[in-house]
């Protein structure tokens, strides 16, 4: 498995039980994921598989998290600061990883450019963008019927976008 086929899922911060139990943060908010699925930490530039045992989300930003081999506070130490990654999955007709549009343009309606996308949140009911524009964050809400046009060859997205929304 190679980084590059991988996708950003949080930092080890700290242990918290004696059991090998870790708590695990990403700042900008865990997605649920398959526990059957494995997560991957890079050791000496590989990309070293796990599994979980268990995952608890305790809020939007951490969780507390058991890996199968992980078992004592003294093993977790090797473990902590470590990014943990997922795979990126294949895209279906049905579904698809949205994370691929990080580093696209967004304009707006009369095709102002408003700025690049640097995130996406997966906010449930309302998906956002995450725009770097003027040295500042703005989010935009993102939803197929505001969608004008998508351009994937030349990484840009054309929104249709509230007046004042960008101005916040």
Request: charged share 30%.
């Amino acid at each position: 498995m190679k980084k590059e086929s991988c996708y950003f899922f949080a930092t080890i911060s700290k242990s918290f039980k004696t059991d090998g139990t870790v708590i695990i943060k990403n700042n900008n908010g865990l997605k649920e994921i398959d526990i059957k699925e494995p997560l991957f930490i890079e050791f000496n530039n590989i990309m070293v598989p796990f599994f979980l045992e268990e995952i608890d989300y305790r809020n939007d930003n951490s969780a507390l998290a058991r890996f199968e081999t992980i078992r004592s506070e003294e093993q977790t130490a090797d473990y902590i600061g470590r990014e943990i990654y997922i795979e990126k999955k294949k895209t279906t007709e049905n579904s698809y990883d949205i994370n691929f549009i990080k580093g696209f343009s967004l304009f707006d309606q009369n095709e102002n450019f408003v700025g690049e996308i640097t995130d996406y949140q997966d906010i449930p009911n309302n998906p956002l963008l995450v725009i770097a524009a003027n040295q500042k964050e703005i989010l935009i809400p993102f939803h197929q019927d505001f969608v004008i046009s998508f351009l994937e060859k030349e990484k840009k997205i054309v929104l249709e976008i509230m007046d004042g929304l960008t101005d916040l």
